[in-house]
């Protein structure tokens, strides 16, 4: 080996060892993993290849000319998981706390746009003390650079973030321009202003923890999609979700019929009186190959569900009301939730699955302050725009404009279905009685028997799928246990689904 040689290696070596020993044995003792670390956690062994590790910083003031920030605070590269191309960034608390300079935002820029070049998935972690302040208007710039990248790449290639330390201030609008965040109890932070400046401006006390850890994201903002307990498990979900979705455009056509296996517990999930809970889950579990479902946002508006499963081992986009909490009801959350899961299905060509028992929107002036109005029309707006497959069962009840709004016939589903129990109304029979027999009801002798006769006809007439089968607006009642069957022998049909759609710039999606 020439000195050349030895000389590069020694150096490359040094690099790779980012802030020094100490520094790492400091991120570990925090519980957290190096940048390199995470890395070998995300790729298949031996396959990531580093971009940019001789990249240094231009910065000359406040005594940065002489400041060495090994491959400047941020390690670039690609690598593969499972077999799939996949970029990933990964900033280096060790190394200046990771913040974010001029040319750190380069290397970021530089692997955001290789991605884009050859369509591939992007994964972004982030760990980093924000803004090098050193750098002033050029750190800023940086990330004006990254967000406009952000933005290019939506729709085309999934980008994945994982935070995993302090991510603050103008950094934070980086992973809410991206399809999937991922943040760990304890050590994930993410807030606009954190809790020292907030003291000072608002006097509030409050830990990074309370005011932007994974729990108030996962459950509270819905600015964060997955929690998990440390980073092993972190990056587990992420390799998960990287196989879902490089997979979709190549088993187009090419999954097999396995819909033979009928689960008949099926047929008695639907409780017989119509004001009884059953959690939709298990419905989703009878569909989904060995009922394996990976949901999307599960603690946050918990009364709809979203996620994947596979469906004859084609991944498959679940949305489905969930009667155990708010008895299903759509509000301001869940239709922001839903949403988006639908925008993101369709943008990666994954077919959508619509579960639908909703008896309404959720009632009440904050819902209605709240702009319900605008929030609910999101989620008509992403059904109505997607050109993906779309399947809907009707399991109990569809009541309303919640039922136009959850994928019905009007909105472009291509099949529905409903079970038996299934309720497709205006509205509960008990209100509809009330206002349709108002006058007969008033003038019996016994209001009150009267108003129960009165419903039990309503519901004798109305309360049930065959007249909207009749009209076409169902295809076909099916048994509960069919389900699985009927589903995957629709979505093979529409396996090459195309759609001509009137050429324009863009929509413009209520906010």
Request: with cysteine; net charge positive.
């Given at each position: 080996m020439t000195k050349e040689q030895r000389e590069l290696l020694?150096?490359?070596?040094?690099?790779?060892k980012g802030g020094g020993i100490k520094a790492i044995e400091k991120q570990h003792s925090m519980g957290k993993h190096t940048a390199r670390e995470r890395l070998e956690l995300l790729f298949d062994p031996g396959t990531f290849v580093e971009t940019g590790l001789f990249v240094k910083h231009h910065a000359s003031a406040f005594g940065m000319a002489e400041k060495v920030i090994p491959a400047d605070g941020v390690v670039t590269g690609y690598g593969y998981v499972e077999g799939h191309l996949v970029y990933a960034y990964s900033q280096d608390f060790t190394a200046l706390g990771g913040t974010l300079g001029e040319m750190h935002a380069n290397k970021i820029a530089a692997v955001q746009e290789e991605a884009l070049k050859t369509r591939a998935p992007i994964v972004a972690i982030n760990d980093s003390g924000g803004a090098r302040i050193q750098e002033g208007v050029n750190a800023l710039?940086?990330?004006g650079k990254i967000f406009t990248n952000n933005i290019r790449s939506s729709g085309i290639i999934p980008q994945i973030c994982a935070i995993l330390g302090p991510c603050a201030g103008g950094a934070v609008y980086s992973p809410a321009l991206m399809d999937f965040v991922f943040m760990v109890d304890d050590i994930s932070q993410m807030f606009i202003t954190g809790p020292r400046v907030l003291k000072e401006v608002t006097g509030e006390t409050v830990s990074s923890q309370e005011l932007g850890g994974a729990r108030i994201h996962s459950e509270i903002s819905g600015c964060a999609h997955f929690r998990d307990s440390t980073?092993?498990?972190?990056?587990?979900r992420i390799r998960k979700l990287l196989v879902l979705l490089t997979e979709p455009e190549q088993q187009k056509g090419k999954e097999e019929i396995q819909g033979l296996r009928r689960d008949q517990n099926m047929d008695y999930i639907v409780p017989a009186n119509p004001r009884q809970p059953y959690s939709m889950r298990s419905v989703i579990d009878g569909i989904a190959d060995r009922g394996e479902f990976f949901e999307y946002q599960a603690e946050f508006a918990?009364?709809?569900?979203?996620?994947?499963?596979?469906?004859?081992?084609r991944c498959t986009g679940v949305i489905a009301n969930e009667p155990m909490v708010l008895a299903g009801c759509l509000d301001i959350n869940a239709s922001d939730k839903a949403a988006r899961f639908i925008r993101t299905c369709d943008a990666f060509e994954i077919p959508l699955l619509t579960l639908e028992d909703v008896p309404g929107y959720l009632p009440g002036k904050s819902q209605e302050y709240g702009g319900i109005i605008r929030h609910g029309a999101k989620l008509l707006y992403a059904y109505a725009e997607a050109s993906v497959p779309k399947v809907?069962?009707?399991?109990?009840?569809a009541y309303g404009g919640a039922y136009i709004g959850m994928c019905s016939k009007h909105l472009g589903?291509?099949?529905?279905?409903?079970w038996p129990s299934a309720e497709i109304a205006v509205m509960g029979a008990e209100g509809a009685a009330?206002?349709?027999?108002?006058?007969?009801?008033?003038?019996?002798e016994d209001p009150e028997e009267k108003r129960k006769t009165c419903i039990r006809q309503y519901e004798e007439v109305m309360m049930n799928p065959y007249l909207a089968a009749e009209s076409g607006y169902v295809q076909d009642i099916i048994v509960p246990s069919q389900t699985r069957e009927r589903v995957g022998a629709a979505f093979h049909a529409l396996a090459h689904k195309m759609e001509q759609r009137i050429q324009k710039k863009h929509g413009n999606i209520p906010l």
């Open positions: 020694e150096k490359k070596e040094m690099f790779r710039g940086g990330y980073e092993e498990e972190c990056f587990a918990p009364n709809i569900r979203t996620g994947f499963i596979r469906l004859n081992g809907t069962v009707i399991t109990r009840k589903a291509d099949y529905v279905f409903a009330n206002i349709i027999f108002a006058k007969e009801i008033r003038q019996a």
